[in-house]
């Protein structure tokens, strides 16, 4: 299924029709990991892997073989040279929403589109108490996420960062977020979703023995880190100037240290 604005849809390794979609429309249950294809290859497969994996038992009680998740990728970019954005749902047409513990078969859904660069200026972040439900689980619960992400933008940011009921960050929107502690890196320990990029980022890191830990981070001692960032799918490094009124150094040889150890990660081919 093409829709006609460059992406193409595939069910199960095969192109999909507007039916196969309905269901996951209409239940909105699932889980998906998004990618960057290069060269036949991803960073970081084997993660996105064991995430799909393991989300797919938590969500429906099921196995999902990985050779059946790498054949349905491989089939989606068969014959595509260029870097593609990829995008893998998984979620289940059996499933009856009165009977949720019943067995059924997973489905897989892959889309696939040219890969964008996307917007590289600095964030400005307005923060909010919020914690996704399941939140080490990327399920397909999106709604409010945006709706945060509108109401930070309504309040003149760009985007918004979650912070549990004791102020202590947790994540953003739609990624995870570190900051720079003299000369190491800190990742807030609270309820989030580890994104394959910032374990990629992590293992960079390590790597090129740089310091890298997990810590509480409150909004009130923001003031002590001197630079801030964000990573994702979609870009591995982003700086983040401010979040609400306390602003980050901005500093594009860190920026490119840091997107130069994730990308050290090697391809794996699909």
């Not at 960050?169 to 990624?175: D, F, H, L, N, T």
């Not at 997990?214 to 960032?229: C, D, H, N, T, Y």
Request: a neutral charge; one cysteine or more.
């Amino acid at each position: 299924m093409s829709t006609g604005d460059g992406h193409r849809m595939e069910l199960n390794g095969a192109a999909a029709s507007a039916g196969d979609l309905r269901h996951l429309v209409q239940t909105n249950y699932g889980h998906f990991s998004a990618m960057r294809v290069e060269n036949g290859g991803v960073r970081g497969l084997d993660l996105h892997l064991q995430r799909i994996e393991a989300a797919t038992f938590e969500l429906f009680g099921a196995a999902i073989a990985r050779d059946r998740v790498r054949e349905c990728l491989r089939h989606a970019i068969a014959g595509s040279a260029e870097p593609l954005s990829l995008r893998l749902n998984v979620f289940a047409r059996a499933l009856n929403r009165e009977r949720m513990t019943e067995a059924v078969e997973p489905d897989i859904l892959v889309t696939v589109a040219a890969a964008t660069r996307t917007e590289a200026a600095p964030l400005r972040v307005k923060s909010f108490v919020f914690t996704r439900t399941l939140a080490h689980v990327k399920h397909a619960g999106t709604f409010p996420l945006f709706h945060y992400r509108r109401l930070a933008q309504q309040a003149g940011c760009d985007d918004a960062v979650f912070v549990d009921g004791a102020g202590r960050i947790e994540e953003g929107s739609v990624w995870n977020v570190g900051f720079l502690d003299g000369d190491a890196i800190v990742w807030p320990d609270a309820p989030h979703l580890t994104g394959v990029s910032m374990r990629l980022l992590q293992a960079g890191l390590q790597r090129h023995g740089v310091p890298s830990t997990m810590q509480s981070v409150p909004l009130a001692i923001m003031g002590r880190f001197r630079s801030a960032f964000f990573t994702n799918s979609s870009m591995a490094v982003r700086m983040v100037s401010r979040i609400d009124d306390v602003s980050f150094d901005v500093d594009p040889a860190l920026e490119a240290r840091l997107r130069a150890y994730h990308d050290s990660n090697p391809l794996q081919i699909v």
